[in-house]
């Protein structure tokens, strides 16, 4: 998990702990004292403790993985993540198998605790480079952010197929893509 001091991202701790979020199917956690040994967060049967799993009818049905780090902002916990729409119980106003990009926001005082959590994805494959390659049911999977010149720089792939970058000036912010109706 990051901070944003001044225009770096910075390493972050939570209650004297680094935290980092991981998984493919859904969304776990680990925390680490010194960066290089790290401890997965369990419930008290010992067992991994999903913190998001997917839901259905809604875009993240058939899985949820993480991309970028985590950013530790004065709302919360900011993860941005990769949602897969499942073929029969996703939901419908998008494609079968469709990946598109969701954020959660976590407690700060509780890494493991959902506050929010987006119902429709913020990024979708609208593109025809976001459609065509190995997954033509469209893929965005985001994997990098970056702070630079007071914008957000969102790097992602394109159906397996292509990179792209998606900017977001917090100094005029511009309206959501429209999400189709039900």
């Known amino acids: 998990m990051t901070t944003l001091k001044g225009n770096k991202h910075v390493i972050a701790k939570i ?49 949820t993985e993480c991309g970028p780090p985590a950013v530790l902002t004065d709302k919360g916990i900011v993860l941005l993540y990769n ?6 119980k996703g939901d419908m106003r998008f494609n079968k198998n469709t990946y598109s990009a969701g954020q959660v926001l976590f407690s700060p005082r509780d890494p493991t605790s959902v506050l929010a959590r987006m119902d429709v994805p913020f990024l979708r494959p609208m593109e025809s480079f976001e459609k065509s390659g190995q997954y033509i049911d ?43 109706e039900l």
Not at 34 to 42: R, S
Not at 83 to 88: S, V
């Open 83 to 88: 949602g897969k729409n499942h073929a029969e």
């Open 15 to 63: 209650n004297g702990k680094y935290w980092l979020y991981w998984g493919e199917h859904g969304v776990y956690g680990a925390t680490s004292d010194n960066l290089i040994d790290w401890e997965p967060v369990t419930d008290n049967r010992g067992t991994l403790k999903a913190f998001i799993s997917p839901r259905d009818g809604y875009f993240d049905s058939s899985l």
């Open 138 to 180: 469209g893929t965005v999977f985001i994997e990098g952010l970056v702070f630079f010149k007071q914008k957000w720089f969102l790097y992602y792939g394109c159906a397996d197929s292509k990179v792209a970058v998606a900017i977001y000036d917090p100094r005029h912010p511009g309206l959501m893509d429209p999400v189709p």
